[in-house]
């Protein structure tokens, strides 16, 4: 059974910096796609970041150029570095974890960018 837990949100003033981790309890890591996504208050779920076992990454159009995706597949640990935040930033950040059909959520973190 995949689990997933989230570490590092926070509250940040805009322009400042937050790195949020997520550590998965899974067999053969690497062989998932691991994903950031986040539900901004009053909206629906969207994609922030993913990243493949071989390291190919993709980004939505909103955090291109001010968050990184990483990920260390001895650790089992998916990172994203988030910079230059944004009160838009403001969400509940959720670590997914993908192989075939199979999808797994994590808990969420609370990343709140305000001055």
């Known amino acids: 059974q995949v689990q997933l837990v989230e570490s590092g949100g926070g509250s940040v003033q805009p322009g400042g910096s937050l790195r949020l981790s997520c550590a998965a309890s899974?067999?053969?890591?690497?062989?998932?796609?691991m994903g950031w996504y986040r539900q901004p208050p009053g909206k629906q779920r969207e994609l922030v970041a993913t990243?493949?076992?071989?390291?190919?990454?993709v980004y939505a159009d909103s955090v291109k150029g001010r968050f990184t995706i990483s990920r260390d597949n001895a650790k089992d640990t998916v990172y994203l570095q988030m910079n230059n935040l944004k009160p838009e930033d403001t969400a509940v950040y959720y670590c997914?974890?993908?192989?075939?059909?199979?999808?797994?959520w994590g808990q969420g973190t609370q990343v709140t960018v305000s001055s």
């Open positions: 990243i493949t076992g071989g390291g190919l990454t």
């Open positions: 899974v067999t053969r890591f690497s062989t998932y796609v």
């Open positions: 997914n974890a993908a192989r075939g059909f199979v999808g797994v």
